[in-house]
């Protein structure tokens, strides 16, 4: 069993729907991490949470610590939102990674 | 299977010194190829990738650089290191084309 599990693994979503993407954890964290990776490209980093909320722009990035759950929200989806969402948490010395959420945002 | 290497998994170098990182991959061919960084209390920063030999960019302007002198070899280097070079540095590797990627083990490097 993976430390960290992503739902679902890909996810086709119409322009403007609004999306969620789910990520529970088995470890003790220090912090969790949303990141983003566009087809051909790297990764970056969206949010880092330890606690609460965050928000940038359309995107929201919740973590409840003690049900060792977060959520990626995006409102409002575009087609340039495809991408594949990774979920990660730090424990220590460790990273440990979801497989990622594909979304594919048709126009 | 395909797995990578990175190591050491830890290390603590004095200011000014030179720095080597090595990350391998096997079970694969022609890997994309990145080095990340996570400075203390920050998210993951993409420092550079690689889609084939010899082929190096960029993300953020540095005191680092990267080498891929072949196909599953990435080297992360620097010819002196300064304390803002403190950090955890994190290999990956994926497949054009297909979704998700793996991540090496991480090092910590601590500039003293």
């Known amino acids: 069993k993976n430390e960290v599990e992503q739902s679902p693994q890909n996810l086709t979503a119409q322009e403007g729907e609004f999306i969620t993407i789910n990520c529970s954890y088995s470890?003790?964290?220090?912090?969790l991490h949303w990141l983003q990776q566009h087809p051909g490209g790297g990764i970056v980093s969206l949010f880092m949470?330890?606690?609460g909320k965050k928000k940038h722009g359309r995107l929201i990035a919740t973590i409840n610590i003690q049900e060792k759950h977060s959520s990626l929200h995006i409102t409002a989806s575009h087609p340039r939102d495809s991408a594949v969402y990774i979920c990660?948490?730090?424990?220590?010395?460790?990273?440990?990674f979801g497989t990622g959420t594909s979304l594919t945002v048709i126009p | 299977s395909q797995t990578i290497h990175q190591w050491p998994a830890t290390l603590v170098q004095p200011v000014g010194s030179p720095l080597s990182l090595e990350c391998t991959v096997e079970?694969?061919?022609?890997?994309?190829l990145y080095w990340y960084r996570q400075a203390a209390g920050r998210g993951l920063q993409l420092l550079f990738y690689?889609?084939?030999?010899?082929?190096i960019s960029s993300e953020v302007p540095q005191n680092l650089s990267a080498s891929r002198p072949q196909d599953r070899q990435f080297i992360l280097s620097s010819k002196k290191l300064l304390l803002s070079d403190s950090g955890f540095y994190l290999c990956?590797?994926?497949?054009?084309?297909?979704?998700?990627?793996?991540f090496g083990s991480g090092t910590r490097l601590t500039v003293v």
């Open positions: 079970g694969t061919s022609n890997p994309n």
């Open positions: 990956a590797w994926s497949l054009t084309g297909v979704s998700g990627y793996t």
């Open positions: 990660a948490v730090s424990a220590g010395n460790q990273f440990y």
């Open positions: 470890v003790g964290i220090s912090a």
């Open positions: 949470l330890s606690s």
């Open positions: 690689s889609v084939g030999i010899g082929q």
